[in-house]
């Protein structure tokens, strides 16, 4: 293929050589992204855990009969559809292995995370797709679900499980549905061994339903356009994301570009091994390919489960971040998701290390992990790329309520977002998920409205952001009171670690977790809580981290100085101090300004 | 009974009149004036006046529909709003759901935060807490607080104020208080609450669409005082009414209270007008199909009733709106879509437009990429030097030019590219309706396409053909279709209440309490409006799920008092429901009742018919024969085409495609295969007999 030859100028740009002539190849593109989008809404919309259908945490795709990914539906989050292919190899690896052998009617349960799971919770559902007796591709739902019958209620914040066994039910490609008939003793199993069942099973059967769906689609397609003509073309989708990929690699200068962030780990554990865990990151540029290495980064913690699985997690993160750097959807548009776009990215992780455990460490709780990987990987790129990244983004936290009522347990997930580093051209986004993961909150009307929880605050920090000549994103205060007896678990990180400020700009602010008793005391909180009971009454105030500043902060407009002091984000001692921007009555002193910042 | 209708778009003010009684009709277009588009809308109308001799006094009605607000917001361009809300939550309607817009991306700005509606420092927090699930008060309201964040708010110079605090949508009792204490301090501002804009549970949809209220009640206001004058100055003393989203239309007062009711009513017109040409025609399963220069519009009626929207699935400028509106999909596919090859090197049409300039190079106003109306025209489905009935020669040697040039970088030859380039797009368009349809369950081979607006009837055809659709009509005047679908209106007032109640243990009293309450609500509304009892009629709609799920169907619920064997039907009703959109029904999960609406219909004079003209016969009406270039098979043929003049088409004769109909606001494109007749009503019926 000759993309070296393409021009990079809209006129006359010249097509490039494909399989299928290019107007059938953008039909049945547009007919394969539509299918995935269907997935998803129907998935979305019947659905009964806000886990789902509220933060979004569920994939949909539609794989080769290898795994190898065709399309992936919009409204996933990226940590779930990402990780499709893997889940389909680990299916089809298992299966052999036992000599098992996939028919028309089946549909399989997979939840292994050292076979293609991104981690036990997320359980997916693969219904094979067979044309004339032949397979020739899965319709796969992916999604995060509320418990998994782990060692204590919910399928967060179980940052003590010792081992994978310990971290719920393991499902290694189990066919639920044989043949068209259900396999009822599976079911009863789920049911039997899950809390809160009647949600899970109920998004189960959505998860099922809608694969059911996507092979219909994907069979009609293939019946339409002819299984040569639809294969072909993907073929030719798989390139298109390469060349895109390798374009934009090979415009990066090559070289070595390392960096090293730490997680917090097990703050309040004795064993300083289980602390301050270096995250090393060299992105190694070669041509059109990098190779990402993770040699450095912490050894594997065997009975911790903050190691992060290689296929379904460690993957998934440098190759979004990767793609949502160099080909940023805000310029490039939708590129679709597939193999292609990781192509040109070896990864070599280490065996035995918190980015590639060794069976059977545990692995649940490897979100945060991962999500500072991405960050990592970002620190690393920003040197070759520095106006297309943020400063050091803000972490996410996981916290899992749970509790009795009417003789039944709830329990309900919230995630607590982070928020980005400045950038280049705009300041950083404030209060929102990072990276590798977009997930939704919860409105306080629904929380309330359904759960013995009351919310009494949801805003931003005041004086947490971090100075740059961009500045960080702010990240929330949430404060909670429980109304009846109950408990919770957090699973997170970020409580050690300020964001990397960029270039010049400040390092952001760490996250924090308090516990005030309503029998009296308080609590401060380290990041991962393993199941902690509450009394009604007891009250919880979260603080989000502040991602980092980017450049010189006596480099920002003391006009956007004055606006972050109006907007009541920063007080003026404040702006005086970082920006050098005297503001007087709600005015800018401008000789004071330039005398203080000369001095400065 | 004498109406004027009037759509304000992009480039053209559409205006039609009728007289409901002789049956006249006639429609005018003049520029839109963008600065103050009511301008356009009085010269339009003294025109429209003048060229039949009507007299102003005589206008019973003139139905509008406007942009103003819409631009407002698309523009960023509103009032300097001001929010109350309570302590401890000041920041909803910026941290919005705390998701990104786009997955993969770095760079992008969140509309919320980028571009708030209401800045921080004019969101005041104030003591007060209710709680579900009665709204019962848990912290008082703090009534000095209100006043003084009033008295900041007046300081600082804010014109607008929307009150919104936590589970007011189950007791607006906090924000009816506040709204009076900010009136007092800040008279003649607009002053609004999130209860009255929108009672529905979810607090940063809730909030933002009455900051979205008080971003535009201003400009609105305005607007509709500046047309309501310069109407009584041009002697028209007959009312103004306004279209609204969902379909309906609105006094000028119930606008100026709730402007959200017009922010996407732009589409809703052209649904209606769809609607109502389906109807003439006697069809009730319906697809409207509205192309312009730059979007396609998709509205699906079913059984005569238009779709609805969720209420999660509106936005505007990327901000959600919690209003009840017609289900449009809008895509960016028009005339103007410019083909080209993508960085990745794949072919690709739109989303960009050429627009109005410098618009297709066919339009010799020097676009040099090559369009979706460049390729109509390469391949003689669009005629030059009969463009808008003459009224503009095309360029077809620059057409020619951009699309050989496209065609070597494709490596494929002209006629293939240009077919491709509506292939392309054609099946964009395709997709677009099948998301509307086959993803919800409806099975669209039993509907009729209606294509209208510049382009519809162009593709209407090809685009049916690959939904195996049978039967496509083309109304009378697809040009202005929208506009007369003013005219076929009827007044339209939504009311809401959250319920949050569960089968097995609902309380039929409070339902029933709830309903009558709003019932009367809308009765005394309407009838503050002056209309008669008898044509007010009310329907109910309940918000139902699953225990659990987020997302809601919609389900009519039965008149009368409601009891235990009605509320069964109904649950069952959403059993079916839930099967036939997702596939699946969890017959054994509780269903919750989320909201209940009940639209009250206050019925309108309309336009209740259309005359095909007189026609000759299609000797007469044949042009010329023209080369048109069509797939036949698995290869590009060129026919040798008829051309027809639309007006003087006989009606009920058979003729049959390849055929090209000419008329002044559009071009009609009957492919090989197909055959049509002119309707009693004037719209073309085109059958395809090979559907593929």
């Not at chain 1, 914040?157 to 599976?186: M, W, Y």
């Not at chain 2, 523009?75 to 910026?94: C, P, Q, S, V």
């Not at chain 2, 639209?599 to 007469?620: W, Y």
């Amino acid at each position: 293929m000759s993309e070296n030859t393409l021009s990079k100028t809209s006129a006359g740009r010249a097509a490039a050589p494909t399989r299928v002539d290019p107007v059938t190849g953008a039909v049945i593109q547009g007919a394969l992204e539509n299918i995935a989008v269907e997935m998803g809404h129907k998935l979305m919309r019947m659905s009964y855990s806000s886990i789902i259908r509220e933060s979004e945490d569920f994939g949909t795709a539609l794989t080769d009969a290898t795994g190898r990914q065709l399309c992936e539906c919009r409204m996933s989050t990226p940590l779930q559809s990402g990780p499709i292919p893997g889940y389909i190899r680990g299916i089809l690896k298992q299966m052999a292995a036992r000599g098992e052998t996939l028919q028309p009617g089946d549909v399989i349960m997979h939840n292994d995370p050292y076979g293609g799971a991104s981690h036990g919770p997320d359980v997916g559902f693969a219904v094979p797709v067979f044309l004339d007796g032949t397979l020739i591709g899965f319709s796969v739902t992916t999604a995060h679900h509320l418990d998994i019958g782990a060692l204590t209620p919910g399928s967060t914040g179980i940052v003590d499980a010792v081992d994978t066994f310990a971290e719920g039910l393991q499902f290694k490609a189990i066919k639920v549905v044989e043949a068209g008939r259900r396999n009822e003793a599976v079911w009863s199993i789920l049911r039997d061994n899950i809390r809160a069942s009647a949600l899970v099973v109920g998004d189960m059967e959505a998860q099922v339903q809608t694969a059911q769906i996507g092979a219909e689609r994907f069979l009609a397609l293939v019946n339409h356009h002819g299984l040569k003509t639809v294969m072909d073309a993907f073929e030719d989708l798989l390139d298109y994301s390469e060349r895109l990929m390798r374009d934009a690699i090979s415009a990066l200068p090559d070289g070595d570009y390392a960096a090293t962030t730490h997680i917090d780990g097990f703050l309040d554990d004795a064993d300083p091994s289980r602390r301050d865990l270096p995250i090393a990151v060299t992105l190694k540029v070669r041509g059109d390919s990098i190779t990402v290495d993770l040699t450095g980064t912490a050894p594997q913690l065997p009975d911790k489960p903050i190691n992060m699985p290689l296929v379904g997690t460690v993957d998934i993160s440098i190759w979004l971040t990767l793609r949502s750097i160099l080909l940023d959807s805000v310029v490039y548009g939708n590129i679709p998701q597939n193999e292609g776009l990781t192509r040109p990215i070896t990864i070599v992780a280490p065996r035995g290390t918190i980015a590639n455990p060794i069976f059977p460490a545990p692995v649940i709780a490897r979100f945060c992990p991962g999500n500072a990987l991405a960050d990592t990987v970002m620190k690393a790129l920003a040197q070759a790329v520095p106006r297309q990244v943020s400063a050091g983004i803000g972490n996410l936290r996981v916290v899992a309520f749970s509790g009795m009522r009417e003789g039944s347990q709830w329990v309900h997930m919230e995630i607590l977002e982070g928020s980005y580093g400045g950038r280049f051209g705009s300041d950083g986004m404030d209060a929102v998920d990072t990276l590798f993961a977009n997930t939704r909150n919860n409105p306080i009307e629904d929380i309330e409205s359904h759960l013995p929880i009351r919310v009494d605050r949801y805003e931003l920090r005041h004086n947490a952001m971090a100075a740059g000549r961009t500045r960080g994103g702010i990240g929330t205060i949430r404060e909670f009171t429980f109304l009846d007896d109950g408990a919770f678990s957090v699973e997170g990180d970020g409580h050690r670690y300020r964001p990397w400020g960029y270039d010049g700009g400040q390092d952001g602010f760490q996250a924090s977790l308090k516990l005030i008793h309503k029998a009296g005391g308080a609590e401060d909180l380290v990041s991962k809580v393993p199941y902690h009971k509450i009394r009604a009454g007891d009250h919880l105030i979260s603080e989000g981290p502040s991602g980092g500043g980017y450049g010189n902060p006596l480099e920002r407009s003391p006009e956007s100085v004055l606006t972050d002091v109006l907007e009541d984000l920063i007080t003026a001692d404040v702006a005086e101090r970082d920006y050098g921007v005297v503001i007087v009555s709600g005015k800018v002193d401008a000789d004071a300004t330039t005398a203080r910042r000369s001095a400065a | 009974m004498r109406t004027i209708g009037v759509d304000v778009g992009g480039t053209f003010t559409d205006l039609v009149y009728c007289d409901m009684d002789s049956g006249a009709l006639a429609i005018h277009k003049v520029s839109t004036t963008p600065d103050d588009p009511s301008r356009g809308v009085m010269t339009g109308i003294r025109e429209l006046c003048a060229a039949n001799d009507v007299d102003p006094a005589t206008i019973d009605y003139v139905f509008h529909g406007t942009t103003t607000a819409t631009n407002a917001v698309l523009e960023n361009k509103g009032a300097r709003a001001g929010l109350i809300t309570n302590d401890g939550f000041r920041d909803i309607i910026h941290i919005g759901r705390h998701q990104r817009v786009e997955h993969y991306s770095i760079i992008q700005e969140l509309p919320w935060q980028h571009r708030p509606l209401v800045k921080r420092q004019h969101r005041k927090t104030v003591p007060g807490r209710l709680v579900p699930p009665t709204g019962e008060v848990l912290v008082p309201l703090d009534r000095d607080a209100v006043r003084s964040a009033a008295l900041e708010l007046k300081a600082e110079g804010v014109e607008s104020v929307a009150i919104c605090f936590l589970f007011s949508y189950l007791n607006p009792a906090h924000e009816l208080e506040a709204k009076a204490i900010v009136e007092e301090v800040m008279p003649g501002a607009f002053v609004t609450t999130s209860s009255f804009i929108s009672p529905q549970f979810r607090e940063f949809e809730r909030f933002t669409t009455a900051a979205l209220a008080a971003f535009i009640g201003p400009k609105v206001d305005r607007y509709i005082d500046h047309l309501d004058t310069a109407l009584r100055d041009s002697g028209i003393n007959g009312d103004l009414r306004i279209m609204a989203s969902n379909g309906g239309v609105a006094t000028t007062k119930m606008v100026v209270e709730k402007p959200t009711l017009t922010l996407l009513s732009g589409l809703a017109a052209g649904v209606l007008g769809g609607k109502w040409i389906g109807d003439l025609t006697g069809r009730s399963r319906l697809i409207t199909f509205d192309i312009g220069g730059t979007s396609a519009d998709i509205g699906i009626v079913v059984d005569g009733v238009f779709a609805e929207t969720d209420a999660r699935s509106t936005s505007i400028a990327g901000f959600p709106l919690l209003t009840p509106m017609i289900d449009i999909h809008t895509i960016g596919a028009g005339g103007g879509s410019i083909a080209h090859i993508d960085r990745g090197g794949a072919f690709r049409v739109g989303p960009q437009s050429a627009g109005a300039v410098p618009g297709p190079a066919a339009y010799g106003r020097g676009g040099t990429e090559p369009t979706v109306t460049d390729a109509n025209l390469v391949l003689g489905r669009l005629i030059a030097e009969d463009f808008l009935g003459g009224g503009m020669t095309l360029d077809e040697a620059a057409s020619r030019r951009v699309v050989t040039d496209l065609a070597g970088r494709l490596g494929l030859p002209v006629e293939e590219t240009a077919h491709g380039i509506l292939t392309i797009i054609n099946a964009n368009m395709a997709n677009a309706i099948r998301s509307r349809t086959i993803q919800k369950g409806i099975d669209p081979r039993g509907f009729a396409l209606v294509a209208f607006g510049g382009a519809g009837p162009l593709h209407g055809v090809e685009v049916a053909a690959m939904l195996g659709i049978r039967e496509v009509i083309v109304p009378p005047y697809p040009g202005i279709t929208s506009a007369m679908g003013l005219l076929t209106t009827d007044l339209k007032y939504d009311v809401t209440r959250t319920q949050f109640q569960v089968s097995g243990a609902v309380d039929l009293g409070r339902l029933n309490s709830d309903i009558a309450a709003m019932e009367a609500e809308l009765s005394a509304q309407f009838a503050a409006d002056h209309i008669d009892q008898a044509d007010v009629s009310f329907r109910r709609i309940g918000d139902l799920r699953y225990v659990g799920q987020g997302y809601e169907l919609k389900i009519p619920f039965p008149e009368g008092e409601i009891t235990a064997e009605k509320l069964t039907e109904t649950f069952e009703a959403f059993h079916r429901t839930h099967a036939s959109e997702y596939g699946h029904a969890f017959r054994q999960s509780p269903i919750e009742i989320v909201n209940l609406r009940v639209s009250g219909i206050g019925r309108m004079p309309k336009l209740d018919k259309l005359t095909a003209p007189a026609g000759g016969s299609l000797a007469e009406a044949l042009v010329r024969t023209a080369p048109s270039v069509f797939r036949a098979g698995d290869r590009l043929e060129t026919f040798e085409t008829p051309i027809y003049r639309r007006a003087a088409l006989p009606v009920g004769e058979a003729f049959t495609g390849p055929a090209i109909i000419l008329q002044t606001d559009s071009t009609t494109v009957m492919p090989p295969g197909t055959r049509a007749v002119v309707d009693a009503s004037g719209s073309i019926l085109i059958t395809i007999e090979a559907a593929n």
